[in-house]
């Protein structure tokens, strides 16, 4: 059993940037492959980045390409997500979600574990 909290979100002008923080339970957690998602109201929860267990493999979303970075530090069992050049279409709230069977993986349908989000606001 894995329990996931985010943080580090919350309202930032446009041009910003924010990182995120997902801080995990669990001395397994080094062998999860982690993604963040986002869910803006009204739409569908959509991939943003995944990271492989060992952060050797990183995917991104085209939306988000060049101005997010995904990374890990096993040791302090948290992933981040640093979001830079933010834009009033990056508002939403941010989940990560993580997996033990799945190498790495961007449906959100292959990971188990979620955690509760954080609110990114982007003002123009």
């Known amino acids: 059993q894995v329990q996931l909290v985010e943080s580090g979100g919350g309202l930032v002008q446009a041009g910003g940037s924010l990182r995120l923080s997902c801080v995990a339970s669990?001395?397994?957690?080094?062998?999860?492959?982690v993604g963040w998602f986002r869910q803006a109201p009204g739409k569908e929860r959509e991939f943003v980045s995944a990271?492989?267990?060992?952060?050797?493999?990183?995917f991104y979303a085209d939306s988000v390409k060049g101005r997010f970075t995904i990374s890990r530090e096993n040791a302090k069992n948290t992933v981040y997500l640093q979001m830079n050049s933010l834009k009033p279409e990056d508002t939403a709230v941010y989940y990560c979600?993580?997996?033990?069977?799945?190498?790495?993986?961007?449906?959100?349908?292959?990971?188990?574990?979620w955690g509760q989000g954080t609110q990114v606001t982007v003002s123009s």
């Open positions: 990271i492989s267990w060992s952060g050797g493999s990183t």
């Open positions: 669990g001395r397994t957690f080094s062998s999860y492959a």
């Open positions: 979600a993580a997996d033990p069977t799945v190498a790495v993986a961007r449906d959100k349908l292959r990971y188990k574990y």
